[in-house]
């Protein structure tokens, strides 16, 4: 099971960035995703969830409206599209896999899920 994430970099403020996250080792297109990140000295901060079949999306208030999740399960393939970039999104940035059936468990976006499987990380760096 591996999640490699990529596209990360440096960026202006007010600037945009897709990155996105290879899946494999598991059937991505039965498994809700996650993105999650971690700036210098912070602890981790939940970014983004997707569920099984992508049309329901979750964003906490930070991120809602500049940031978008979307998969492709035919590419095995997880996206994070961020707009409007701002120097406090600076952070490693992960994918991670959530561990239960967000459809099944009715899950709202009032809580952030829980994963079981995290990629590396990308750096993104957002830096006049």
């Known amino acids: 099971i591996q999640l490699v994430e990529s596209g990360g970099g440096m960026v202006q403020p007010g600037g945009s960035l897709r990155i996105s996250c290879a899946a494999s080792?598991?059937?991505?297109?039965?498994?809700?995703m996650s993105w999650v990140r971690q700036a210098p000295g912070a602890g981790t901060e939940w970014v983004s969830s997707?569920?099984?079949?992508?049309?329901?999306?979750y964003y906490p208030d930070s991120v809602k409206g500049r940031f978008t999740i979307s998969r492709d399960n035919a590419k095995n393939t997880l996206y994070l599209q961020m707009n409007s970039l701002k120097p406090e999104d600076t952070a490693l940035y992960y994918c991670?896999?959530?561990?239960?059936?967000?459809?099944?468990?009715?899950?709202?976006?009032?809580?952030?899920?829980?994963?079981?499987?995290w990629g590396q990380g990308t750096q993104v760096t957002v830096s006049s």
């Open positions: 997707i569920n099984i079949g992508g049309g329901k999306t």
């Open positions: 991670a896999r959530v561990s239960f059936d967000m459809d099944k468990m009715n899950y709202d976006g009032s809580y952030i899920p829980l994963t079981d499987v």
């Open positions: 080792g598991f059937t991505f297109s039965n498994y809700g």
